[in-house]
């Protein structure tokens, strides 16, 4: 196809709306959809077109809307197989309601596909518009709008994997209907000649989910990898998953928040990963085939972009979907441990020799270069989390904030052979309530210590009401506002410092004072050291100790090592 031909596809929506829908139903069929069930209509025809051209898929039209879904619900119920239902806009989906709180209760995998108009013409009086989103409440295991269709790779990779989500989740420990509202402008049609492109799916084997760790009989053929990001998981995870790494010959990359870097296994793990993966040579030979996933996505970014497209098989015990690159292939609805255990019934199947050692060595090597780079760098925040690493008592905790301290965190905590719990609000990763949920930890029974930046600090200053709650000291990094903006593109901005970074000057003694905290400055290594050893030695006590860091000196050294490790021989050879 000419570069003109391509222009004048991408510029024609008709062929949009088509590519779309395909990509949909392609990851449908991937899941195992094998019947879509259709009432006519007009603002449906990119996915009736879709469907034609998507080997495998049986076509059946009935023209009620209530007796289609009624008969999907008994294909589904009598195949075992997620069945699709397709309508047109308005009134058309209504009709589903009585057979989808049916397949809500009887746990059937009804994929209910509404076409819609535009979303600009909802709420203006446009005929035949209604809001169709969410339209069946809790009556579906989730409701999607992908909005306007694109004709872009990234949106068409989404729209698979969410087809592919639909059907498994369908499937899953709770099945039911899943909802996606499809909203389609003008033209319906192509204009011309318009085949989508086949879509390249990596070879990962790709099933409807599997909810028994007993059905994962096999792994992927190639270099594979695990990837541990935050989670909760059980006091037996660890050992065996170190016993199912050394099986297979997996190396293991453990997120902060995975609580795998603080422990007797945590030898075992890489740790070193956002520092190493700026290494262009090493991010090359490196490189998985497929990655095996615990837990939530990990804090580290630059690992997430360079696991983009890479085949992912997702163990969720509690059935969420974790996929922010849209690559998971397969999800385990089963224990971590479990599936650890399943794993080491299995054959060895190690990459070769030396794939778990290449990592090993190159985990070495970055760290060896991180202890260099501080030995003989300016006091800073790098300096600051090894002295909190090696100094807090085993079995203790510790609340860091989000933003810039928990990225930080993972950059130079490494590992350690005592216990230590580490918190995190990461879920949506904001900078509130941060002293309100340490005050919380310290009160549910856990001895926790707090490392907050200056605005995370002032963001919760109510939360020093409950400062008679706390048993263990508060750090706070004063480095003047959000130095996250420093390392991003918006750093430079006009208006930068008083719209991105905007720093604050509180008085942090003159704060903690009516609240009876003792209040601490310190700004180098021995007022650190000095600061651990008295609250040590005093055990229970709460107190602020101010951190004053300078930001500019702290970017130069972060910024100094990321050169350093990426100019260094970290690949034996390379």
Not at 112 to 125: E, H, K, N, V, Y
Not at 418 to 424: E, K, Q, V, Y
Not at 544 to 571: K, T
Request: net charge neutral.
């Amino acid at each position: 196809m000419s570069a003109a031909q391509g222009q004048d596809r991408s510029a024609d929506a008709g062929c949009v709306n088509l590519r779309w829908s395909a990509a949909l139903l392609d990851g449908l069929f991937r899941g195992g959809l094998r019947t879509l069930v259709l009432s006519p209509g007009s603002r449906s025809t990119p996915v009736v077109l879709a469907a034609q051209r998507q080997a495998g898929i049986d076509i059946v039209p009935i023209l009620d809307e209530r007796s289609a879904a009624f008969f999907a619900l008994g294909t589904a119920g009598a195949s075992g197989r997620p069945v699709a239902l397709l309508a047109t806009s308005g009134s058309a989906p209504a009709h589903w309601y009585p057979a989808v709180i049916e397949a809500s209760e009887s746990g059937l995998p009804l994929i209910l596909l509404s076409a819609d108009r535009p979303p600009q013409l909802r709420l203006w009086g446009a005929n035949q518009t209604v809001d169709q989103t969410r339209l069946f409440g809790a009556f579906v295991r989730e409701s999607h709008d992908p909005g306007h269709p694109l004709d872009d790779p990234k949106a068409l990779k989404a729209l698979r994997a969410l087809g592919l989500r639909a059907a498994t989740l369908g499937l899953g420990p709770r099945p039911g209907p899943v909802h996606i509202n499809l909203p389609f402008a003008e033209p319906l049609v192509p204009a011309g000649d318009c085949e989508p492109e086949p879509p390249v799916w990596p070879a990962l084997p790709v099933a409807a989910e599997v909810t028994s760790y007993q059905a994962l009989d096999s792994l992927p053929a190639g270099r594979g990898l695990i990837v541990c990001g935050p989670g909760a998981f059980a006091d037996d995870f660890a050992p065996t998953l170190r016993r199912c790494s050394e099986h297979h010959g997996l190396p293991v990359l453990a997120d902060p928040l995975s609580g795998l870097r603080f422990g007797p296994e945590s030898a075992q793990v890489m740790t070193g990963y956002d520092a190493l993966l700026r290494n262009a040579a090493a991010a090359k030979a490196l490189r998985p085939d497929w990655v095996l996933r615990f837990g939530r996505a990990p804090v580290s970014k630059r690992l997430g972009e360079w696991l983009a497209g890479v085949p992912a098989i997702l163990v969720d015990p509690g059935g969420g979907w974790c996929d922010p690159s849209h690559d998971v292939r397969q999800r385990l609805s089963a224990s971590p441990t479990s599936v650890c255990e399943a794993l080491l019934g299995l054959d060895n199947r190690s990459a070769g020799d030396d794939w778990l050692a290449r990592w090993q060595g190159a985990e070495r090597r970055v760290q060896a270069l991180a202890d260099a780079h501080l030995a003989g760098s300016p006091w800073c925040e790098g300096h600051l989390l090894r002295a909190l690493m090696a100094r807090l008592p085993a079995g203790e905790s510790l609340l860091c904030a989000n933003s810039l301290p928990i990225r930080q965190l993972d950059s130079w905590s490494g590992s350690r052979a005592a216990p230590l719990g580490l918190f995190c609000n990461r879920g949506v990763s904001g900078i509130d309530g941060q002293l309100s949920t340490l005050a919380g930890l310290s009160h549910g029974g856990r001895p926790t210590w707090a490392l907050l930046g200056d605005l995370s600090f002032c963001h919760d200053l109510s939360g020093l009401l409950q400062a008679s709650r706390l048993d263990r000291p508060v750090l706070v990094l004063n480095n003047g506002g959000g130095r996250i903006f420093d390392y991003l593109p918006q750093h430079g901005l006009p208006g930068f410092e008083a719209l991105w970074r905007t720093p604050v000057a509180p008085n942090l003694a003159a704060l903690a004072a009516p609240f009876g905290l003792a209040h601490r400055s310190i700004s180098d290594a021995t007022g650190l050291e000095q600061a651990l050893d008295d609250a040590l030695g005093r055990g229970r006590v709460a107190e602020l100790i101010e951190v004053r860091i300078d930001a500019d000196q702290s970017r130069a050294v972060h910024e100094g090592f990321w050169r350093r490790v990426a100019n260094a021989p970290i690949i034996e050879g390379g």
